[in-house]
């Protein structure tokens, strides 16, 4: 048995703030940034300082409340019509993660249901936001629960391969595909994680990484095109990965590279799990085609660092998430239990907000 828990909380509650562990300056330097208003954290959001589905709408619905809060008004009508506006600044900063529109609409949902004075609404949504946040840690330690229930049994000690980071940092703790990883190695059922290093924004070397430092957990950072080679030398038993947004039918948004992946464990007979709460499930969607896919700016393909790495002149495409169908995926992981994707429709009505 090894030591059960991450230390890292990447957005906290502060007096009357929020704090965000700045993850584009990890793993190098390690910056705490202050947000006071709807327009940092919508900033904030946009720019990656708080990145991952979960941690995303939990950064959300601070975000809603921040706004809330500086409504100028004691007429309930005026007070929703505004805090919409809120909602709109909010939604603009990342279309493919459902858990920010998600969280939105569960603080909206509370305005519009709590009776009373204008500062009792402003206190329920800080409330709503501390009990967005609370849940999203329990689900997370449950995800990596019920996990262990579907990793192969053998070898003893398994080697599992992930993709971006879904760990503490993406989440309000501990990790969804990382929570899996963590709970296995609290078991004495990890031997190694191997952690892709995710082009262009290198989330698995530089969060995965760090993360899996934090807490001792052995790590080997692998390029993304070294995946299949570890495959076929018979390195990795199980490949376990996040989302940002789960269609009805099972076909799962993640980072830009995960499909890929998935293709590949399918060849090698390697299961491949996605582990994400109920609140990433988008039942609107009946399949992964309708999914929005952001795409980011060229830069961060053709600059690393300060260095260009591409001739001027050349044209890029950018997308910051792919969609991996169904069928290529074994199980997935939620708080409530494992499941094949075309069982997900069990879960619509606990799903919503
Ligand atoms: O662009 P990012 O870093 O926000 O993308 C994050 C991912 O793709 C994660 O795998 C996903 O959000 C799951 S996080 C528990």
């Known amino acids: 048995m090894n030591s059960p828990t991450t230390q890292v909380y990447p957005i906290v509650w502060h007096e009357d703030r929020v704090l965000l562990i700045d993850q584009t300056r990890l793993p190098h330097k390690y910056v705490v940034v202050e947000i006071k208003c709807c327009e940092d954290m919508a900033e904030a959001i946009k720019t990656m300082i708080v990145r991952g589905a979960p941690a995303i709408?939990?950064?959300?619905?601070?975000?809603?409340?921040?706004?809330?809060?500086?409504?100028?008004?004691?007429?309930?009508?005026?007070?929703?019509?505004?805090?919409?506006?809120?909602?709109q600044v909010l939604r603009q900063t990342r279309p493919?993660?459902?858990?920010?529109?998600?969280?939105?609409?569960?603080?909206?949902?509370?305005?519009?249901?709590?009776?009373?004075?204008?500062?009792?609404?402003?206190?329920?949504?800080?409330?709503?936001?501390?009990?967005?946040?609370?849940?999203?840690l329990q689900t997370c330690h449950a995800i990596g629960d019920h996990g262990l229930e579907v990793l192969p049994t053998k070898p003893e000690q398994l080697c599992i391969m992930t993709y971006c980071n879904a760990g503490a940092l993406a989440t309000a703790g501990y990790g969804t595909a990382l929570g899996v990883v963590r709970s296995a190695w609290r078991e004495g059922r990890l031997a190694r994680v191997y952690a892709c290093e995710t082009?262009?924004?290198?989330?698995?070397?530089?969060?995965?990484?760090?993360?899996?430092?934090?807490?001792?957990?052995?790590?080997?950072?692998?390029?993304?095109?070294?995946?299949?080679?570890?495959?076929?030398?018979?390195?990795?038993?199980?490949?376990?990965?996040g989302a940002d947004r789960i269609a009805g039918n099972g076909d799962t948004a993640n980072k830009i590279g995960t499909y890929s992946l998935a293709l590949v464990a399918k060849a090698h007979n390697i299961p491949f799990f996605v582990a994400a709460p109920l609140s990433t499930i988008d039942f609107d969607l009946p399949t992964g085609s309708q999914i929005p896919i952001e795409e980011r700016h060229p830069s961060e393909i053709y600059q690393v660092g300060e260095t260009m790495i591409c001739p001027p002149g050349v044209e890029f495409y950018n997308p910051a998430f792919d969609v991996t169908p169904a069928n290529l995926i074994s199980g997935i992981i939620t708080e409530r239990g494992v499941v094949v994707p075309d069982q997900l429709q069990q879960f619509q009505f606990q799903a919503s907000a």
């Open 199 to 241: 082009r262009p924004r290198l989330q698995g070397a530089k969060l995965t990484a760090w993360e899996c430092l934090q807490d001792r957990i052995p790590v080997t950072v692998i390029t993304d095109n070294m995946a299949a080679h570890c495959m076929n030398r018979g390195l990795i038993d199980a490949v376990v990965v």
């Open 96 to 136: 493919t993660a459902v858990n920010l529109f998600w969280a939105i609409a569960r603080m909206l949902k509370t305005a519009h249901e709590t009776i009373g004075s204008i500062e009792h609404l402003k206190s329920s949504l800080l409330a709503t936001a501390q009990a967005i946040q609370l849940e999203d």
């Open 57 to 87: 709408g939990v950064a959300a619905a601070y975000g809603m409340y921040l706004g809330a809060r500086e409504i100028n008004t004691d007429e309930r009508e005026m007070f929703l019509n505004q805090l919409e506006e809120v909602a």
